[in-house]
């Protein structure tokens, strides 16, 4: 046998560089709206309206009435690594914004055609332009790339088009529109829950009645009532608890959690989870939290969860890649085991009281 002379090293083109990065970041539609959903709370947003076609493959818009983007920050939007969240290293171990390394919008460009409507309250228009590959590109043909001034609100609109058309193999390991438009509505769901005071709206394009819709200036529970039905929001507890160190330290963190209590029985549970204000994934908080239900609940009936847990910046590991959805952080395992202790003690008192009012 004999080994083969090595093949030359070369340098992967810039574009190919970009598309394998962008991969990373946007999966899938319901990938694409996270990111664009964070910044439109990022940006302040009291309104965020959702309008998707063909599950978001076709088209994904959203419209927020947040902070704008300034027109002279326009060329440089949708360039990797630009971003008004973050300037020195300092700041990242600070960070409470959802974004903050200045992926999203331009991985965006590179798998699909991005264009934004944007305008500042100080600002008299709004202002249009469209990019693809991290650049300006004319929004008509014909036209130069530069923004162009039109009508419009205060507020940002983002238009993501035929997502993953230059990526043929992501886009046919998307069989199903019904399927991604049903995982956007998950994802809004779970924001809306969080964002109670953030009014959510979500239509399919062309059609009238909104398939998921919420007021502004809601409460947790009455959002989970109108998201997750009343059998849920009815049976619901609340807890809170927190680190014994003082706020500002880096091991304080506190949990606020609404969950479900015996009277309710679903065949799987239903677990949301945000840290530091991000839908995340945890299976070790999740079974820590589910395993409270044990004895609690008959064996094959599942919870439901919601936990908002909000640590130090500096105990979350930052540098991991923010797509990640599975998390880690400092203590998770104490952190995890005083959460459910907490859960299991109200479940224990209140789940008592609750069954002997009805024997009265
Ligand atoms: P990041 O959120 O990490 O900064 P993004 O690529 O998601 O990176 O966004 C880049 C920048 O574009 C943001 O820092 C912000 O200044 C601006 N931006 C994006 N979306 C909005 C929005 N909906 N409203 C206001 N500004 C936005
Ligand atoms: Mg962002």
Redesign the pocket.
């Known amino acids: 046998e004999t080994i083969s002379d090595p093949l030359p090293i070369r340098r992967l083109q810039e574009t190919l560089i970009n598309r394998i990065a962008a991969g990373e970041v946007i999966h899938r539609p319901a990938s694409a709206l996270k ?1 664009l959903l ?3 709370l ?2 302040g947003a009291t309104s965020i309206r959702v309008t998707v076609k063909d599950g978001g493959l076709k088209l994904l818009q959203i419209q ?1 009435n ?4 300034r027109r002279a ?1 326009l060329p440089i ?1 949708a360039e990797r690594f ?4 973050l300037t020195s290293f300092s700041d990242l171990s600070k960070i409470a914004t ?9 991985s965006m460009s590179h798998v699909s055609h991005l264009s934004v409507v ?1 305008k500042t309250k100080t600002e008299t228009c709004a202002w249009k332009a469209s990019y693809s590959y991290g650049k300006l590109v004319e929004t008509q043909p014909g036209q130069t790339p530069d923004p162009k001034p039109c009508a419009g609100n205060d507020g ?1 609109t ?1 238009t993501i088009e035929d997502l993953f058309y230059n990526t043929p193999t992501r886009l046919s390991a998307l069989r199903s529109p019904a399927e991604e438009y049903s995982r956007i509505l998950d994802v809004l769901t779970k924001y809306a829950i969080h964002n109670p005071g953030v009014a959510f709206i979500c239509k399919k394009a062309g059609t009238a009645a909104p398939d998921l819709s919420t007021p502004s200036s809601s409460s947790t529970t009455q959002a989970i009532g109108m998201l997750y039905g009343h059998s849920i929001a009815k049976e619901l507890l609340s807890t809170e608890t927190s680190s014994s160190t003082e706020p500002d330290t880096a091991e304080f963190w506190r949990a606020e959690v609404h969950f479900t209590n015996a009277n309710y029985q679903s065949k799987k549970t239903i677990f949301l989870l945000f840290i530091n204000h991000r839908l995340v994934e945890s299976s070790r908080m999740k079974r820590a939290l589910e395993a409270t239900y044990n004895g609690v609940l008959p064996k094959g009936s599942f919870p439901f969860i919601y936990l908002s847990l909000v640590l130090d910046p500096r105990s979350v590991d930052v540098n991991v890649h923010p797509t990640k959805k599975e998390v880690h952080f400092l203590n998770e395992e104490a952190i995890s085991e005083q959460i459910a202790d907490a859960l299991l003690q109200t479940l224990t008192s209140k789940g008592q009281s609750r069954v002997f009012q009805y024997q009265t």
């Open positions: 990111e964070e910044n439109c990022d940006a927020d947040g902070c704008g983007i920050d939007l630009t971003t008004s969240k959802y974004g903050f390394r200045g992926e999203a919008l331009a944007t940002t983002i």
